[in-house]
């Protein structure tokens, strides 16, 4: 250790950090190119942007996670649209709180049909997105 | 304390430590939800006490942090801070901005939130960790700008050693990364990618470079131990830090849909994180069995050691536990998530906040260099009583981790979320219990601070 200097250390540091951060920039160029064909972007509609600022305005990421991230109080959402259909998550988005005792609430958020369909719009696509077969089941 | 303008340092300690106390009280309401789930509905709803717990943890670790550097960079750079006067400006202006965004999150509905502050201008809201409305970011923004040109400054004028100049890399990446959350595209995917670059490069990349610094600073003041040798250890661990954490991000890329060759990245560079975090531990370790002098402040020095103990416990072990793909690809968003987040925030980020309050506020406050007797011994209670219960926080939510895998995952007929949640509730009660003890000792640690009669050290 002793002919290794403060100075040498020094180096490892700014050599290092700055290679491997020039990795992280060239990987990401490269995820960036070849992503379109995994997240299928074209599926985009402006109905599934306005679902993803529902899901955002209304913080659903306080409680549930989506594609396994967020909070781990309420189901994996990024599969909901294959485990339960349109009509179940309408449904069940509407009919909150359950105001059963002791349970797990979710708040009434007033949504109008609109939004609602925008939000299943969202799931629907996030639902599509090639995840690399996660999650493991559909139960999320 | 040599130079007076350090005292500014005191006004965030305590700001930090009255926000911890809001955190942990919230962790409390957040722990019993999950155990009687109508628990305040609806007044508080679970996402709403989560933010504010996680938004809590996040403004007084960066009240901490700029705590710190203004005790800390004066001494290293020998002379008076740049401008104190604008430290004491920015730290109102933070204080405000940080209180006004939590009432907002408590009274009203977080949509009602989103639309008063105009969050469909420059959308950044309604992200986990990144709630806070957009112009509480542009503050947050702008309140960092003045705090780095302050100790920038104050650097720049006075003797530069490599503790500053490292911690002071540390808190430009903290700004610098910060500004990803302005990023928030239409594509979820693309919205993730970049996301993790605020959460991930900041507590796997930069952050790791403050820690390093305060620990060093405190390592030098409390052994005595030459200058060269802790600044040779500081800049092998922080290299080892960035050179693992950055294609380490990886780790979060494996089930976003992003490309599968992340799993490959992701895996060994992220397997190799906890490096620079079992090298912290044995440099402390080192340097304290190294130490030239007895530093009276003897608690200040167990908070350090702990800060290496419990920083690599919660992020090199529990984050090794599941940062491998074929093992997160069944822990993925579950609690032993939770369970890793809390280990290692405490380990790494909170317990160096506390090691730099514990030395420097007896300085800070005129009681010379330690606190009395009865003083530090009530803080060693605080220690361990905090340090331990948060491993139990862990272990209580590691077992309802691996059951949830087990039984929403692996089984051959699987259950539902919710039905696992149910059978897996003694385990959140038993995390509960813990979370109550966790609350005595961080009252014992402020008592701590109030004293009277205190007794001289003991030798
Ligand atoms: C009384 C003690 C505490 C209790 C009962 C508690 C409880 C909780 C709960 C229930 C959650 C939400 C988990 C979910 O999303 O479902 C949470 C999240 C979180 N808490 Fe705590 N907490 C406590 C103390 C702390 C402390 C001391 C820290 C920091 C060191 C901390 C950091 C966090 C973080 C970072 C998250 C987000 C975790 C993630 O996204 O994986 N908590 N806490
Ligand atoms: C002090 C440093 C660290 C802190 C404060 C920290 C904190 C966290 C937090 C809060 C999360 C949850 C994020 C979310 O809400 O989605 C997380 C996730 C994760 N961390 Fe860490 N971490 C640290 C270091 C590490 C290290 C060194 C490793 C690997 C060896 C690691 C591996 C992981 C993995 C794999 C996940 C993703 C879990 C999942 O898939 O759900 N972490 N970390
Ligand atoms: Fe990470």
Redesign the interface.
């Given at each position: 250790m002793s002919r290794f200097t403060k100075n040498s250390s020094r180096n490892l540091f700014y050599g290092g950090s700055l290679f491997f951060f020039l990795v992280l920039i060239g990987l990401t160029f490269d995820t960036m190119g070849g992503l379109s064909k995994r997240d299928h972007r074209e599926n985009i509609t402006p109905q599934v942007a306005q679902g993803k600022r529902v899901w955002e305005d209304n913080n659903c990421v306080g409680c549930h996670t989506i594609m396994g991230e967020g909070a781990y109080f309420a189901p994996e959402l990024g599969n909901v649209y294959q485990r339960r259909g349109p009509d179940f998550i309408k449904g069940w988005i509407q009919s909150q709180p359950t105001g059963i005792k002791g349970r797990r609430q979710m708040p009434q958020f007033h949504l109008t049909e609109e939004e609602l369909d925008a939000i299943v719009a969202f799931l629907k696509w996030t639902n599509e997105i090639n995840a690399a077969k996660w999650p493991p089941n559909v139960e999320g | 304390m040599n130079y007076s303008s350090q005292s500014v340092a005191k006004l965030y300690f305590i700001a930090a430590i009255g926000l911890f106390v809001g955190q942990i009280l919230f962790g409390l309401i957040l722990g019993t939800?999950?155990v009687?789930?109508?628990f305040l509905?609806?007044a508080i709803?679970?996402?709403?006490a989560?933010?504010v717990h996680s938004n809590l943890l996040i403004v007084w670790l960066l009240f901490g942090f700029m705590g710190s550097a203004y005790f800390l960079v004066p001494e290293e750079a020998e002379r008076e801070l740049y401008s104190p006067l604008l430290a004491k400006i920015l730290f109102w202006v933070f204080l405000v901005a940080g209180a006004l965004t939590i009432v907002g999150y408590l009274s009203v509905?977080?949509?009602t939130l989103?639309?008063i502050t105009g969050?469909d201008l420059l959308?950044t809201?309604?992200?986990?960790f990144l709630?806070q409305p957009t112009i509480t970011k542009i503050g947050i923004v702008i309140v960092a700008l003045g705090f780095l040109f302050n100790i920038g400054m104050t650097i720049l004028k006075g003797r530069k050693t490599?503790i500053s100049l490292v911690l002071l890399t540390g808190l430009v990446g903290l700004a610098v990364f910060f500004l990803f959350s302005f990023y928030?595209p239409?594509?979820?995917?693309?919205d993730?990618?970049f996301w993790w670059w605020v959460v991930h490069l900041w507590v796997e990349g930069v952050w790791e470079l403050i820690l390093g610094a305060i620990l060093a600073f405190i390592l030098i003041k409390v052994t005595g131990v030459d200058r060269?040798v802790i600044?040779?250890?500081l800049?092998?661990i922080?290299?080892m830090a960035?050179?693992t954490g950055?294609?380490g991000?990886?780790h979060h890329?494996?089930?976003?849909?992003?490309?599968?060759y992340?799993?490959i990245?992701g895996s060994i560079f992220s397997a190799l994180e906890p490096i620079p975090f079992f090298m912290m531990a044995v440099f402390a370790f080192n340097m304290v069995s190294r130490r030239r002098r007895e530093h009276p402040n003897k608690v200040a020095t167990l908070w350090a050691l702990g800060t290496a103990i419990m920083s690599f416990l919660g992020a090199g072990v529990w984050g090794f536990l599941h940062t491998l793909a074929p093992v997160n690809?069944?822990t993925?968003?579950?609690?032993i998530?939770?369970a890793h987040g809390h280990l290692a925030f405490y380990g790494a980020y909170v317990m160096i906040v506390l090691s730099m309050i514990s030395y420097s506020m007896p300085l800070l406050r005129g009681k010379g260099i330690c606190n009395g007797q009865k003083s530090q011994n009530l803080e060693r209670w605080a220690f361990w009583l905090m340090a331990i219960s948060m491993v139990f926080i862990t272990l209580f939510l590691t077992g309802a981790g691996i059951l949830q895998v087990w039984l929403?995952?692996?089984a051959v007929t699987?259950?539902?979320?919710?039905e696992v949640?149910d059978q897996i509730s003694i385990f959140y009660w038993l995390r509960l219990i813990a979370g109550l003890i966790f609350l005595i000792g961080l009252l014992a640690y402020i008592k701590s601070f109030f004293v009277k009669n205190d007794d001289p050290v003991q030798a």
């Open positions: - | 939800q999950y009687i789930g109508d509905f609806p709803p679970f996402n709403v989560r933010m509905p977080y949509a989103t639309k969050n959308p809201m309604g992200r986990e709630e490599s928030n239409e594509n979820l995917v693309l993730k990618y060269e600044d040779k250890w800049y092998v922080i290299a960035l050179v950055l294609i991000t990886g890329y494996y089930w976003i849909g992003t490309p599968e992340w799993q990245w690809y069944y993925h968003g579950t609690q998530t939770a929403q995952r692996v699987p259950m539902s979320f919710m949640q």
